[in-house]
């Protein structure tokens, strides 16, 4: 050993040993460099218009590298209003001749932010903005939990063909407040030619700007912008479920529109869900809805519903999906619609190779068949409701996620609230598998569960092909951000463990993103985050922190 420290060798072999250690750290760092730049972008919430929450193409971050040492915060940006919608994220946009990956982000302000994804910095001059917010006094007494300002409440849409960012917002004009449309150039933020528009279908009664609202995300499907709206809370005022259509290339022709029927007096049936809904290869929608009052028939709350690319509903059984206690269920205010449905990708070899899954507020999880939705179901309100039931939660808030582990074969994943639930007392993330028994019957069993009190937002999972996936989890309880192995459940990261890593008190409606080696995320100061890979740091964990939000 010691013969090796004095040993001399040639100047020549010297710098072949440097320039082969610079390839080596040279190639370790270009893909994670190049990845930044390879065209990846999240122009919808949950991903896709399946709403599914899976980005199966991160390649930066896996099991190995989230962890406390190497894995934490990486800047944040204070913006001017709340934000209760996702962040949205294109790579590789040219802005004033240079080339940036941006992180899009509205708020209650009317304002929409470009960021550098890389360092949170402001990219455009100054923020688009689609005007006035709405006047929160200017609604029924005791309505809304959105205040003081009402403005862009849900996650906009991004056309990355026309590199176009469209977005909703309530404005105050004339002492009114009425809903607009924003056509935003993600490039420069200027306001496309024509726009923005009135929301104004030529519905009667009209769209109730009183007592609307958009809090589900658009859609972009079929050549239109699809906007939902259900009520404020409180259930105030006689509110209808609505979904509009909007021509993004002829923003002036008449509006689609589907309404709600609303047969009972204080009519109800909103869409509610941040994550809006879903659209199927066709072009069809699933909008899932909340309670009615006093319906003396069906009238299509606590449903699903597959509406055509032209907004029109069959309502013939093939067509929605009503659990058999739909009337309990509006009696109790407990809506299907509390979350979001998500398309689950074919299933081959089950006898419903093509469904969706939802559950709602009574804590009732469904696998439902697409090809034939069942109108209302004949089961007891939790079994033989769809091609799958069980109950899972005290009550279900927020949408599932699904990932393809390489072993484990098709999972969901849920947030269950409660304290009776399938994972035992107390709010937790649920881990399932999808399986089929041997008729080829679709069904859903729990493998593993998070540690209480870690009810997430709406949870998201990443990987990379043929590799496991990392589950992403948000707690309002803790107030942190989580990461577990998606097919084990060991816990990678916790932001409480690591001083300065902290989220500082995430939105109630919080929707997030995992992209390009980041999360990205807000807080209820207005803070945009992002957290990433970066250096090893080398001081000790907060082990206080570790007694209060234990790992598995």
């Known amino acids: 050993m010691g013969n090796f420290y004095r040993k001399s060798y040639p100047a020549g072999f010297v710098s072949f040993l440097i320039l082969t250690a610079q390839l080596l750290v040279l190639t370790a760092w270009l893909p994670a460099r190049l990845e930044a730049r390879s065209g990846r972008a999240v122009t919808t919430a949950r991903y896709n218009n399946s709403r599914n929450g899976w980005n199966p193409s991160e390649v930066i971050l896996n099991i190995s590298n989230v962890n406390h040492n190497s894995f934490g915060k990486k800047w944040s940006t204070m913006i001017q209003g709340e934000i209760k919608g996702?962040?949205?994220?294109?790579?590789?946009?040219?802005?004033?001749?240079?080339?940036?990956?941006?992180?899009?982000?509205?708020?209650?302000?009317?304002?929409?932010?470009?960021?550098?994804?890389?360092?949170?910095?402001?990219?455009?001059?100054?923020?688009?903005?689609?005007?006035?917010?709405?006047?929160?006094?200017?609604?029924?007494d005791g309505c809304g939990s959105i205040g003081p300002n009402i403005g862009i409440t849900s996650t906009p849409v991004i056309d990355l063909e026309g590199r176009t960012l469209y977005a909703v917002g309530l404005t105050l004009e004339a002492g009114r407040n009425i809903f607009k449309m924003a056509a935003v150039d993600i490039a420069t933020g200027r306001s496309r030619p024509g726009w923005p528009i009135v929301i104004n279908p030529p519905a009667s009664p009209s769209l109730d700007t009183r007592v609307s609202s958009n809090r589900g995300a658009l859609l972009l499907a079929n050549d239109m912008v699809y906007v939902p709206f259900g009520g404020y809370a409180g259930d105030c005022g006689d509110y209808h479920g609505w979904v509009v259509g909007i021509q993004k290339a002829n923003p002036q022709a008449p509006q689609l529109y589907y309404r709600t029927p609303g047969i009972g007096p204080h009519v109800g049936s909103g869409i509610w869900s941040s994550g809006g809904f879903p659209a199927d290869e066709?072009?069809?929608?699933?909008?899932?809805?909340?309670?009615?009052?006093?319906?003396?028939?069906?009238?299509?709350s606590n449903s699903v519903?597959?509406?055509?690319?032209?907004?029109?509903?069959?309502?013939?059984?093939?067509?929605?999906?009503?659990?058999?206690?739909?009337?309990?269920?509006?009696?109790?205010?407990?809506?299907?619609?509390?979350?979001?449905?998500?398309?689950?990708?074919?299933?081959?070899s089950s006898r419903t190779p093509n469904m969706l899954f939802i559950a709602g507020k009574r804590g009732v999880g469904h696998l439902i068949n697409l090809d034939a939705m069942g109108g209302v179901a004949s089961g007891d309100g939790v079994s033989g409701e769809g091609v799958y039931s069980r109950k899972v939660a005290e009550s279900v808030f927020s949408t599932a996620a699904y990932y393809e582990d390489p072993i484990l074969g098709p999972m969901l994943f849920l947030t269950v609230a409660g304290n009776e639930t399938i994972c035992g007392p107390e709010s937790r993330t649920a881990a399932m598998t999808l399986r089929q028994d041997s008729d080829g019957?679709?069904?859903?069993?729990?493998?593993?569960?998070?540690?209480?009190?870690?009810?997430?937002?709406?949870?998201?999972?990443?990987?990379?092909?043929?590799?496991?996936?990392?589950?992403?989890?948000?707690?309002?309880?803790?107030?942190?951000?989580?990461?577990?192995?998606?097919?084990?459940?060991?816990?990678?990261?916790?932001?409480n463990m690591v001083p300065g890593d902290e989220l500082g008190g995430p939105q109630k409606f919080l929707n997030f993103i995992a992209v390009d080696g980041k999360i990205f995320l807000t807080n209820e100061q207005n803070e945009v985050?992002?957290?990433?890979?970066?250096?090893?740091?080398?001081?000790?964990?907060?082990?206080r922190r570790m007694d209060r939000y234990p790992l598995r």
């Open 282 to 300: 066709d072009g069809n929608l699933y909008p899932a809805t909340g309670n009615s009052f006093n319906a003396p028939a069906l009238d299509y």
């Open 86 to 140: 996702s962040p949205l994220y294109v790579s590789d946009v040219l802005i004033a001749g240079q080339r940036h990956n941006v992180l899009y982000v509205a708020t209650e302000n009317n304002l929409i932010y470009a960021l550098d994804a890389d360092s949170g910095a402001e990219l455009w001059p100054i923020p688009n903005y689609l005007g006035v917010p709405g006047n929160i006094a200017l609604l029924p």
């Open 441 to 495: 019957n679709s069904y859903y069993q729990v493998i593993w569960c998070t540690p209480p009190r870690l009810a997430s937002a709406s949870p998201l999972v990443t990987s990379a092909p043929g590799q496991t996936g990392i589950l992403w989890v948000v707690s309002r309880r803790t107030e942190a951000l989580h990461a577990f192995n998606a097919a084990s459940g060991e816990e990678l990261y916790n932001s």
């Open 529 to 543: 985050m992002a957290y990433g890979l970066r250096e090893a740091r080398f001081r000790d964990l907060d082990y």
């Open 305 to 348: 519903l597959r509406l055509r690319p032209n907004l029109s509903f069959s309502e013939t059984a093939r067509d929605f999906f009503t659990p058999s206690n739909w009337v309990d269920l509006n009696d109790a205010d407990d809506d299907l619609g509390s979350s979001t449905a998500i398309i689950i990708p074919r299933q081959p």
